[in-house]
């Protein structure tokens, strides 16, 4: 029987929890984060089996439990590409929106947000318009991984044909 595992987040001014099915690797990466130094200052991002890609903002973390339920097969939920974006800022403010046009966007704006070290990031949205957020005002964001995972293969072909 396989196990699945659950991230639950307690999450600063969020009324409930963000809870995300994962894989082990996320989950035991997860954990690696949070013995290390530093880990307040960083953004973790992550995906889930039901098929989003799911950013954190560390900073914003009051806790966080790791759990497991023995399963008879892993479920197979897989989530429409057309699925909004969510992105939940400081304050429990939540914006709900397509991902934007060029899923290069999406991709790089997770990039950005967990490797860079922008008090801004900006990217087109869905209607052709900049949308600058502050990092630090994100509490989390998550958009579909199919989509995701798409700009991810677009800039691997741009610099320089790698597929990931």
Not at 11 to 34: N, T, W, Y
Not at 36 to 58: H, K, P
Not at 78 to 85: A, F, Q, W, Y
Request: proline share 6%; hydrophobic share 40%; charged share 35%.
């Amino acid at each position: 029987m396989a196990k699945t595992y659950f991230l639950r987040f307690l999450l600063a001014g969020q009324e409930d929890d963000l809870i995300c099915e994962v894989r082990k690797p996320e989950s035991d990466r997860l954990e690696k984060i949070l013995e290390g130094e530093y880990w307040a200052n960083r953004r973790f991002w992550f995906d889930t089996i039901d098929g989003r890609s799911v950013l954190v903002n560390l900073k914003h973390l009051q806790g966080v439990r790791f759990l497991w339920n023995a399963a008879p097969r892993a479920p197979d939920s897989r989530i429409d590409p057309e699925e909004p974006m969510k992105i939940v800022l400081v304050g429990n403010k939540v914006i709900s929106e397509p991902p934007p046009e060029d899923a290069k966007d999406l991709y790089t704006l997770f990039w950005e947000l967990e490797l860079g070290n922008d008090e801004v990031v900006t990217f087109m949205d869905v209607d052709g318009e900049l949308f600058s957020l502050v990092p630090d005002q994100i509490v989390y964001l998550s958009a579909p991984k199919e989509v995701v995972d798409e700009g991810r293969r677009e800039a691997d072909e741009e610099d320089g044909g790698l597929e990931a």
